[in-house]
């Protein structure tokens, strides 16, 4: 069974681990770099990335994190983890550090405060039947480069076809909270893309 770590400084991790250990993987939190270092694939979960980034600084896990993900290690971004993957962000903050890696300008809050938190019935690339996306102050993605598969698009409302789930190798990202409920079929794509890596 592949070894997936969830990033555990800040956020909803046991949601996490629950979902991937019904999968079949080993979930095992991750603080420390000696704990990444054990990981077939990382869950970086949602929560608030200014806060994530500045504790991935203080527990010296940032340029470890860095390292792996450009070393090629399978990583899941949901929401605030959509954001610390990001090569880009755009919300007018400047210097807002991220992980980094994969090729996308995310913006932070982007639905906005009248729809800060929505739910929505949402098609994914590889999944048969729509998933129930839960949006939580949730960034979408404002653009994505060449080499990034998009696969899931809001489909109603003023958001329409804003982007909300990409892939890029062994990178996903999800604007929403697959680990909300009992749905288990985006980490499933992830369990697979760890697998296949
Ligand atoms: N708004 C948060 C941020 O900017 C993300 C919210 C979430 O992860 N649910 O980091």
């Not at 470890?64 to 993900?69: I, K």
């Not at 929505?120 to 039947?129: F, K, P, Q």
């Not at 949006?135 to 804003?162: H, K, N, S, T, Y």
Request: net charge negative; charged share 25%.
């Amino acid at each position: 069974n592949p070894t997936i770590g969830v990033l555990a400084l800040q956020g909803d991790v046991r949601e996490h681990l629950a979902a991937l250990r019904s999968l079949g993987a080993d979930p095992i939190s991750v603080r420390r770099p000696g704990e990444l270092a054990a990981c077939d694939g990382l869950v970086i979960p949602g929560g608030e990335s200014t806060t994530m980034i500045k504790l991935a600084t203080i527990f010296d896990l940032l340029e470890p994190l860095r390292e792996a993900v450009r070393g090629g290690l399978p990583a899941f971004g949901t929401c605030a983890g959509m954001i610390m993957l990001a090569d880009r962000i755009e919300d007018g903050a400047t210097g807002q550090e991220t992980i980094g890696g994969l090729h996308i300008t995310v913006r932070r809050n982007a639905f906005g405060r009248q729809v800060d938190s929505f739910e929505e019935d949402l098609h994914i690339e590889g999944l048969v039947d729509p998933v129930r996306a839960v949006f939580i102050r949730a960034p979408w993605v404002e653009a994505v480069d060449d080499d990034v598969e998009v696969l899931a698009q809001v489909e109603a409302g003023p958001a329409a076809g804003r982007i909300v789930a990409v892939r890029q190798g062994p990178l996903m990202a999800t604007s929403f909270h697959p680990e909300v409920g009992s749905d288990d079929r985006v980490h499933g794509m992830f369990v697979d893309l760890v697998r296949s890596a």
